[in-house]
């Protein structure tokens, strides 16, 4: 339950953290007919300070299955979170990649409420 863990998240935020919440699955939902895709969508919702809830695609849309592993979208996610770069950049660049990648059919969708810049650091 993606509330649960936005309320949760409200109650212990820290003014220092970031907290992210990323969805990869499509915004229709799944339940109408316990099968992927059909329905109405995820709800938008609403984020809190300090917190970026990132979907695979954007509402009423369904995001690619991918031909490997994962989906396009985290496919093309974990290879902008291997760079060292803002996470406004992280999410920007995986937009680009997804859209280009599904010749426009998906495109990602962020709520965030950033008070700070925050950056990816790789550390060996």
Do not use: H
């Amino acid at each position: 339950d993606v509330e649960l863990v936005m309320r949760t998240l409200e109650i212990v935020r820290n003014k220092e953290r970031l907290n992210l919440v990323l969805l990869d699955a499509c915004r229709s939902n799944p339940f109408n007919t316990w099968s992927r895709g059909g329905g109405s969508g995820l709800a938008a919702g609403t984020t809190t300070n300090g917190i970026i809830v990132a979907y695979s695609t954007s509402p009423n849309s369904t995001a690619s299955d991918g031909l490997g592993n994962n989906g396009l979208y985290t496919e093309e996610l974990a290879i902008q979170l291997l760079t060292p770069q803002r996470i406004e950049d992280v999410f920007i660049k995986t937009r680009v990649a997804v859209e280009e990648k599904s010749m426009g059919r998906q495109s990602l969708w962020e709520l965030a409420r950033l008070r700070a810049s925050y950056s990816f650091l790789l550390e060996e």
